[in-house]
């Protein structure tokens, strides 16, 4: 007899399922004591390069929390310090020499995962060997646009200015870079689907900062390169874009089967553009893990009501947990997600 498809994997391509799956955007960090004490003997580099404990920390938050989908413990930026890029932590990622000039760009070397990322894709192999049956390990790179930003400018940044300034003084220099960023993600995600993960996710982060010309110019054509390089590995593909209520319009196309949503929006409404054909990710504010029990299950609830009792939800947060969040919080919205979704308190 054939394995049941995992519950997350099902709602990821639109199917009917026995309650709406929840995982959580970087579950496994500093929010856990037990990440916090490896934290204090390895630097964030050894810990990323170090398959035996990248595992470890992977799977530190399904042993807590009863979650839907494990994501790989790694960096958007730790690929590209494979091709070449001179990377550090600081605990934001910063380029030692930001990426400015054609010359820069064209040193780059073209990704060869095995060669190049060899301890993400062991770490994928032991996470596959040791996580539950039914909890599907996503892999994840960074969308080309969102790499980009931190190339261009060095460091994190509120508005990245540097960056989207060399999106219109150098226009062709942004797009030879984005072909490449592009081209290594697809390389990179596909040997995480060969290595053994049950979907990819590519995190477009700063998306949101453009305006919709320039989103599709510079930060869709490259997702778009990534994605349909993808179609064959036979594995769902999520697309996160933060802050991108303004551009969702311009996904339709976009060869995704999941789209994730930050909170600015109810998911209805991101339903309503999005039309029928993907699968919604999201979308509590990170913040709402702060609130007292029950007006966190109010929270959650209003999140279950909007996604309606329509197939194609998975539970998340809009963005990233906080270090500050309380791990009892997580829990409570965990049981809160499943218990409520399964009652059909959510169904039409
Ligand atoms: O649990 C998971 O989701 C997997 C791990 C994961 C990390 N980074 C670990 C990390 C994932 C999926 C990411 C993605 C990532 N990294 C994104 C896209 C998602 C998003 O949040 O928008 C971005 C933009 C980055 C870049 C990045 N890396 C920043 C801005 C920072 C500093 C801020 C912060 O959260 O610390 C990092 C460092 C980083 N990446 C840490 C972790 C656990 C902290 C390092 C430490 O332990 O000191």
């Avoid at 007899?1 to 309650?19: D, G, N």
């Avoid at 995480?192 to 049950?198: K, L, M």
């Avoid at 064959?232 to 933060?242: A, C, D, E, F, T």
């Avoid at 997600?337 to 959510?346: A, I, K």
Wanted: charge should be neutral; hydrophobic fraction near 45%; glycine fraction near 8%.
């Amino acid at each position: 007899m054939s394995e049941p498809t995992a519950v997350f994997l099902a709602a990821c391509r639109r199917q009917v399922v026995p309650y709406t799956p929840i995982w959580i955007m970087r579950q496994a960090g500093r929010y856990l004591p037990e990440y916090r004490q490896i934290r204090a003997r390895v630097s964030f580099e050894a810990l990323t390069r170090t398959p035996e404990l990248a595992a470890e920390v992977t799977l530190q938050p399904l042993r807590r929390f009863p979650l839907d989908a494990a994501i790989l413990f790694s960096d958007i930026m730790t690929p590209l310090a494979g091709m070449g890029v001179d990377l550090t932590f600081e605990p934001g990622p910063v380029i030692g020499q930001p990426i400015r000039t054609d010359a820069a760009i064209d040193a780059l070397r073209p990704l060869v995962p095995h060669r190049d990322v060899p301890f993400v894709l062991e770490t994928v192999r032991r996470v596959r060997a040791e996580a539950p049956r039914h909890v599907p390990l996503i892999g994840f790179a960074g969308g080309p646009f969102t790499l980009l930003c931190y190339l261009v400018s060095g460091r994190p940044s509120k508005e990245f200015e540097t960056a989207r300034a060399f999106l219109y003084a150098s226009p062709g220099s942004a797009e030879r870079l984005l072909d490449r960023l592009a081209d290594a993600m697809a390389a990179y995600l596909g040997a995480q689907a060969q290595a053994g993960a049950q979907a990819l996710m590519l995190f477009e982060s700063w998306g949101g900062l453009l305006a919709p010309p320039e989103f599709e110019r510079f930060a869709l054509r490259g997702a778009m390169r990534t994605l349909a390089a993808l179609r064959n590995h036979g594995v769902p593909l999520i697309y996160y874009l933060n802050q991108g209520t303004a551009l969702l319009d311009r996904l339709a196309n976009l060869p995704a089967d999941v789209i994730g949503v930050d909170w600015r929006a109810p998911l209805g409404a991101v339903r309503r553009v999005l039309g029928a054909q993907q699968a919604v990710q999201g979308n509590l504010d990170p913040a709402a893990l702060f609130a007292p029990a029950d007006e966190l299950a109010r929270q959650a609830g209003r999140v279950l009501q909007e996604a309606g009792g329509a197939p194609g939800h998975i539970f998340n947060l809009g963005h990233g947990i906080w270090p500050q969040t309380d791990p009892d919080a997580v829990a409570r919205l965990v049981d809160i997600v499943h218990e409520r979704s399964s009652r059909g308190d959510n169904r039409l």
